[in-house]
């Protein structure tokens, strides 16, 4: 049963440019979270992707944007980066439903922004 | 004020301790409760989730306070692989049957041979 995947795992850019990080959902899961987690902190929220609409948004700027796609994956972009974008990025897959069901987190998408 | 607050720590203690880390919710709204633990670079993984009748997992229990709006985790008979972070997170805003999951910044445990 293969769980949350991401890519890349690693990645350098410069301040000013674009980046899209990818992310496959556990196997039955239909809900994708991305988290942004700095060094010495805890994830935090960027936004929820449920049937291919963002439904859920945290205090991160216009410049956060995703996508998911019919398959239930998806993608978080970020562009102008600023070099207080550099931190771990995190892709947790969930099952929608009547009760909060547990988020299952992929290895993330480590972002370094030079 | 964060919603979900935790003491970062570290806490370190001796091998064959009992440790025990609280955390505070803000959002009365707050619907689910859970610990997950991190280890240095890695993702966040499920440890337990917390229920109001408080619930045990081996020589971890958890425990739920509604009306002081904090959860609690209680590590017995500690061993060096317990050492690592430990995430509170809450879920609140049902929204299109999704769940809003907030964590706080973590708990460091060190456990010393």
């Known amino acids: 049963d293969a769980g949350v995947t991401q890519s890349p795992t690693h990645l350098i850019k410069t301040r000013g440019q674009q980046v899209t990080l990818r992310c496959s959902p556990k196997?039955?899961?239909?809900?994708v979270s991305w988290y942004q987690q700095a060094l010495g902190q805890g994830p935090q929220f960027i936004f929820q992707?449920?049937?291919?609409?963002?439904?859920q948004r945290g205090n991160f700027p216009d410049r956060f944007s995703g996508h998911q796609f019919p398959n239930y994956s998806s993608e978080l972009n970020v562009n102008a980066l600023l070099l207080g974008d550099s931190a771990l990025y995190l892709c947790?897959?969930?099952?929608?439903?009547?009760?909060?069901?547990?988020?299952?987190f992929g290895a993330g998408s480590r972002l370094t922004v030079l | 004020r964060k919603e979900v607050e935790q003491d970062p720590g570290p806490f370190n203690v001796p091998e064959g301790a009992t440790v025990a880390f609280n955390c505070t919710y803000s959002n009365s709204a707050s619907q689910s409760f859970f610990w997950y633990r991190q280890d240095c670079r890695k993702e966040p993984k499920l440890l337990m989730s917390v229920y109001s009748s408080g619930n045990e997992d081996g020589r971890f229990t958890a425990q739920l306070n509604r009306a002081s709006q904090y959860i609690s985790l209680l590590i017995r008979d500690s061993k060096l692989s317990d050492s690592a972070t430990y995430l509170c997170a809450v879920t609140r805003g049902r929204t299109s049957g999704t769940y809003k999951y907030i964590f706080g910044t973590g708990t460091r445990l060190k456990v010393l041979a």
């Open positions: 992707y449920y049937e291919e609409e963002e439904r």
């Open positions: 947790a897959s969930s099952l929608s439903g009547s009760g909060a069901n547990v988020l299952t």
């Open positions: 196997s039955g899961h239909d809900t």
